[in-house]
């Protein structure tokens, strides 16, 4: 998920795109992987980061045993966070 959002950030400063938040926050949920589109189907997400918070914790969650899952909880923050900040407060700016 991390490489994703990695490349997903540099294409789009590398592309210099200024479009509508919104379309690239359809751009981005639909280059992630089907499983994770699926899962984000029943959630609300305002932005690229929101979007990406909640497919790492689904994410993490997949492949969590399915004895540990049982712990998960809806809201949940995941314990991973993008490391280039500087990326997505560019790719926020520019949008």
């Given amino acids: ?3 994703y959002m990695n490349k997903f ?3 789009v400063v590398r592309c210099d795109i200024h479009e509508d938040s919104g ?3 359809s751009r981005f949920r639909t280059g992630l992987k089907p499983t ?3 899962e984000m189907l029943p959630h609300t997400v305002e932005s ?3 979007a990406f918070q909640l497919a790492l914790g689904i994410e993490s969650y997949l492949q969590t045993p399915s004895d540990r899952k ?3 909880k809806v809201g ?3 314990k991973q966070q993008f490391e280039n900040n500087d990326n997505l407060t560019l ?3 520019r949008i």
Avoid: I
Wanted: net charge negative.
């Fill in 76 to 78: 949940e923050q995941p």
């Fill in 23 to 25: 379309l690239t926050l």
């Fill in 91 to 93: 790719l926020s700016l």
């Fill in 36 to 38: 994770l589109q699926r």
């Fill in 1 to 3: 998920m991390k490489e």
């Fill in 9 to 11: 950030v540099e294409l």
């Fill in 48 to 50: 690229v980061d929101e």
């Fill in 70 to 72: 049982s712990s998960f």
